[in-house]
């Protein structure tokens, strides 16, 4: 019997997708390496980098990442389509990782973006792989588009947030997928009621948006919602996107089913609490440690396939 291939789906999730780099470490510690790494926003950084043999170094930077580093990196623009540009996001990433054609990596990879003036999915198998990944993070309203091989591209999450169907396309027989949208809205409404019985607002539990809009003043603070009861336009960009991506998440999968589904929950983890790696990355390990039972039955069908 021809030996089964195994591809791995990493979803979006922003802040969030630091949780990849656990899982793909717990799938390690049960002998699992993934033929295939397809990967969405955030899921497609961590997946190049697992691909292209730079994982290590990919989390060794992000562990070191704090609030003021984070914050350095947003470089604030209210033009070209987004309130962040992102070049210098991308400037850091490729201080960090080399850029390797996608088609000569050491693992099969493939991002996914959406075209920004049709809506179509796009698959994106081969180019450069720092810029294939810079075109499938480009949450919409937050960083701006990436003009990539001829067309304007947005965040992957916005069509295909856990990419089971590019797993699939590459030639994967089973799949994992990694949903880190599966808790997002009922978290939400737990923590706005968690708000009301408790007021405490110590720095130390600042979020990194909140403490952006303390550095850059009132205007910024006003588009944030922090002076009003009101939400500011980036509390309302983030809330749609995790409604949307939760909603989209669900449909498709639904459709195109893995083998095994791993679901980080990441209680208390904003968009951009990019300088929390080291709770984040911890939380995805301890999902693939509850899915233990359903591993080994893959590990047994995979070996078996094999002998």
């Not at 540009?85 to 000569?104: T, Y």
């Not at 979020?207 to 603070?221: C, P």
Request: proline share 4%.
């Amino acid at each position: 019997m021809a030996k089964l291939k195994l591809g791995i789906a990493l979803g979006s999730g922003a802040a969030r997708g630091w949780a990849h780099i656990g899982v793909l470490r717990e799938l390690a510690e049960h002998g699992i390496y993934p033929d295939y790494v397809a990967g969405a926003s955030m899921g497609s950084l961590v997946g190049a980098a697992y691909a292209s043999e730079q994982l290590d170094t990919l989390e060794d930077w992000v562990r070191q990442l704090g609030r003021l580093d984070v914050i350095r990196l947003l470089d604030a623009s209210f033009r070209g389509g987004g309130v962040i540009a992102g070049s210098r996001v991308m400037d850091a990433v490729g201080d960090q990782l080399r850029d390797f054609p996608i088609e000569k990596m050491e693992r099969s990879f493939a991002a996914v973006a959406t075209e920004l003036e049709s809506g179509r999915e796009v698959w994106l198998r081969e180019g450069s792989m720092l810029s294939a990944v810079r075109a499938s993070c480009g949450l919409p309203g937050l960083f701006a588009p990436t003009k990539y091989q001829g067309r304007w591209l947005i965040d992957g999450g916005v069509v295909n947030p856990v990419p089971v169907s590019l797993c699939n396309a590459m030639g994967a027989d089973v799949v994992i997928a990694v949903n880190l949208n599966a808790f997002l809205v009922s978290r939400k409404r737990q923590q706005k009621h968690e708000k009301l019985l408790d007021k405490h607002t110590a720095e130390e539990d600042q979020s990194t948006i909140d403490r952006l809009s303390n550095m850059v003043g009132s205007v910024f603070s006003g588009m944030l919602g922090k002076n009003s009861e009101q939400p500011g336009i980036l509390d309302v960009v983030s809330a749609s996107i995790n409604i949307m991506q939760e909603r989209i998440t669900r449909s498709r999968m639904a459709g195109e089913p893995p083998r095994i589904e791993i679901r980080p929950r990441l209680p208390d983890i904003e968009l951009m609490d990019f300088h929390r790696a080291d709770t984040i990355i911890d939380c995805g390990a301890q999902a693939v440690r509850k899915v233990a039972k359903e591993l080994e039955e893959l590990t047994e069908l995979l070996e078996h396939r094999q002998s």
